[in-house]
């Protein structure tokens, strides 16, 4: 048996945490593969049954295995309290027409073995009609970090049966906002996809907003007003120690890494223009790529890293452009009804997402980087910010619910994530307002 | 007694310095105790060359129009008053702080509060102020200064204020 080790975790603050050398064994078998499209229609049945030993933990193991896979819209867990077959005996050998009969299309059974401080989890998923192993895999991992085991579970669960990489071993950055809007607290923060593991990264003492990973998720670039200068820093979070990106003589905004972590660009704003620049993060050379009468803010490169959306008001309302990664060749690619803003380009490519102002109304769209197929995926009082999953299958952002009375009363801002087609949208549980998420890319 | 009589002039010069802002003139004094310099002025005594007495006797904010970075003209008039208080404190060094309403995305109005706050820098210069003792910063519309969601209270946040360092 092989194990291969696996990039640590992310955690931030000034503790320095050892990473968990998860430990992988695997062995596939073949299994039908169910259409995305299909699965969004017709959720695919699945019982998760509690993980077998562990005393208990396999049970907190399949539970949020079960909420990922609902959570996520393509799958529909068999309610625990249908079970014929006990979670043990299913452990040990599954009889398939207890679960059949109950509407199941996919089983996953599995145990825990508790090897004294570390735990073996050993799960099999299980084509229900033709009693087939669709996949047998072993992940080991310090026993506290039994939630990543299981999310890991869920991409493995994901991708077999529909055919591409999950996004549930992943986390998201965003800002955690507290107190009246006139004296916000607003610190770095950070949680599991799912909610939870929630930790705060600054103590609120200087103001954050539009943190973003790093590719390789150890790292993240933010906005601070630290001594009362708006500019970007990077922040490490196995070391929990930030510095500054460049010296500008004015604002910096709106940063983003390049698909490959070399470079950030960001909106410098000086007398009345605000231009994208690109910084390179090793010699902190910067590169001015675009120039002009207009605010050019929030860019964000495309997956190969050759092209760069951004917004600018240079034609006089916002409106959504496209550039040569090196500056250049801007063209506009929206042209519906309203303002365009916060363009953020899919993993996949294929799309473009964005937050759209149009009748005193804010939404959250996608469309083709050539502007085509434009969708409005949820729309509302007040709502931005998109940030794509790591499958661009999934996006999250933040919603504003309307002040009702003078003094902001029944303002909130909470993160929702929605599926692509606009379907299944959710609240991300915090605790405190959130805004500005950023999604990790898949962590191993 | 002192305190009081300061108090109540530093709320008067805030609302006279709103007054010619029609759409703002209820909120503004909706917001009187969450306009935040206001409300710290009437505490304290207005030594003068403060903030507060900066509030008190020539108005510390102007207003904009949606999507204008133009100061208009009753906020040039403000920025006049301000240069020539300017001019009697010449240690005194100042941000000016640019604001917007919540009815534009976040990374923008940054960009939008920071022109705002640079055409009231331009004007205080025009007036004679020296560019060095003026440090622009942006809030875009994460600080505003009236808490309803409301044209009276955009009308508030569309802003830029001049803040003693």
Redesign the interface.
């Known amino acids: 048996m092989m194990t291969t080790p696996r990039r640590g975790l992310i955690l931030g603050g000034a503790a320095l945490l050892t990473a968990p050398a998860m430990a992988r064994a695997q062995g596939g078998g073949q299994g039908a593969v169910i259409d995305i499209t299909r699965a969004r229609t017709d959720p695919i049945p699945i019982a998760v049954p509690a993980l077998a030993g562990g005393g208990g933990r396999g049970a907190d193991i399949a539970r949020v295995i079960q909420a990922n896979l609902r959570n996520c819209g393509l799958f529909r867990p068999v309610d625990n309290a249908a079970f014929i077959q006990s979670a043990e005996a299913a452990a040990a050998t599954p009889r398939f027409q207890d679960w059949r009969v109950i509407g199941a299309n996919a089983l996953v059974t599995g145990r825990v073995e508790d090897q004294g401080g570390r735990l073996r989890v050993e799960f099999r998923l299980w084509d229900v009609l033709p009693e087939q192993q669709i996949q047998g895999t072993a992940f080991t991992a310090p026993a506290a970090q039994w939630r990543r085991i299981a999310h890991l579970i869920s991409d493995v669960i994901y991708e077999r049966l529909l055919g591409e990489k999950g996004y549930f071993d992943t986390r998201i950055v965003y800002v955690a906002e507290s107190g ?5 607290t ?1 610190r770095l923060a950070i949680m599991d996809q799912d909610g939870e593991n929630n930790r705060f990264l600054t103590d609120g003492s200087f ?1 954050v ?2 943190p973003r990973f790093h590719p390789n998720a150890q790292q993240i670039v933010f906005m601070s ?1 630290f001594q ?3 500019r970007v820093y990077l922040f490490d979070l196995n070391s929990g120690r930030s510095e500054v990106l460049g010296q500008f003589p ?2 910096t ?2 940063p983003r890494f390049s698909p490959d972590g070399r470079t950030v660009v960001l ?1 410098y ?1 000086r ?2 223009d ?1 231009n994208i620049v690109a910084v390179d993060v090793g010699s902190r050379s910067q590169r001015q790529l675009t120039s002009g009468n207009g ?1 050019d ?2 860019p964000c490169y495309n997956p190969d890293g050759t092209q760069i959306v951004f ?1 600018s ?1 240079r034609g006089g ?2 409106q959504l452009y496209v550039m040569d990664a090196g500056g250049g060749g801007a063209r506009r690619i929206s042209f519906g009804r309203g ?1 365009y ?2 363009p953020v380009w899919s993993p996949r490519g294929d799309l473009i997402a964005f ?1 759209r ?1 149009s009748g ?1 109304q804010f939404g959250i769209g996608v469309m083709r980087p050539d502007g085509s197929g434009e969708r409005i995926l949820s729309e509302g ?2 709502m ?2 998109p940030t794509f999953a790591p499958n661009g299958r999934v996006l999250a952002f933040y919603r ?1 619910s ?7 009363e029944g ?1 909130s801002a909470r993160l929702a994530q929605i599926d692509i087609t606009g379907f299944n949208e959710r609240q991300i549980v915090t605790p405190t307002d959130a ?2 998420p950023s999604w990790s890319p898949l962590l191993a | 007694m002192n305190a009081k009589i300061l108090g109540a002039l530093g709320a008067l010069a805030l609302l006279a310095a709103c007054s010619s802002d029609e759409a703002s003139n209820a909120a503004a004094t909706g917001a009187g105790g969450s306009g935040g310099l206001a409300g710290g002025a009437g505490m304290g005594s207005a030594r003068p060359g403060s903030q507060e007495d900066l509030v008190a006797s020539v108005g510390d904010r102007v207003f904009f129009d949606t999507d204008s970075t133009q100061v208009r003209g009753d906020g040039r008039a403000t920025l006049e008053r301000q240069a020539s208080w300017l001019g009697r404190y010449p240690q005194v060094s100042v941000y000016m702080e640019g604001h917007a309403d919540e009815r534009g995305t976040r990374e923008y109005n940054l960009a939008l509060g920071q022109r705002r706050a640079n055409a009231a820098r331009d004007l205080l210069v025009a007036s004679g102020v020296s560019g060095q003792r003026i440090q622009t910063v942006s809030y875009g519309k994460d600080r505003p200064a009236a808490l309803g969601s409301d044209e009276g209270s955009w009308a508030q946040n569309r802003r830029a204020v001049t803040t003693v360092r």
Request: proline share 4%; aromatic share 6%.
């Open positions: 009246p809007r006139d004296r916000r607003r103001q907003l539009s007003y009362n200068t708006p004015g604002m905004l709106s909106s704003a007398n009345n605000a605010l803010v929030s917004n008001d309302d916002q303002r803003a916060t937050t102002i005193g009082w007040g931005e910010g504003e309307q002040a009702r009375g003078a003094r902001g303002y805004t500005d």
